[in-house]
């Protein structure tokens, strides 16, 4: 189990059981954003949050082995997806900033 949660942990606020469901709740910074192909808009549900910059989202399946990986590996992709996304805007702002100090210099 240590291994499912050591990658969400950072962003994990609760594992609830729901009668025959597990439902994971997520928070994440409000930026980022939840590619369709990893939340099922079935069982995902956006909850309403009081803090600043954060979205928080329940993401449940009916307790199956099988359902529960699937959910674990969906949240782990959602993570990475958007951490990739910040790491590419980071290093284009970075090429965009060097490229016009490289142009004033030749100006």
Not at 64 to 89: A, C, G, M, P, Y
Request: glycine share 0%.
């Amino acid at each position: 189990m240590y291994k499912e949660l050591s990658d969400i942990f950072p962003y994990l606020i609760s594992i609830r059981k729901l009668e025959n469901y597990l439902s994971l709740d997520i928070e994440f910074p409000s930026t980022w954003k939840l590619p369709k192909k990893y939340v099922n808009p079935e069982t995902t549900v956006e909850q309403p949050v009081t803090k600043n910059d954060v979205r928080c989202f329940s993401f449940a399946v009916q307790f199956d082995e099988t359902q529960i990986v699937q959910i674990f590996q969906n949240v782990k992709n959602i993570i990475s997806w958007n951490r990739e996304r910040e790491l590419k805007d980071k290093l284009y702002k970075i090429k965009l900033m060097n490229l016009k100090k490289f142009f004033k210099k030749i100006h």
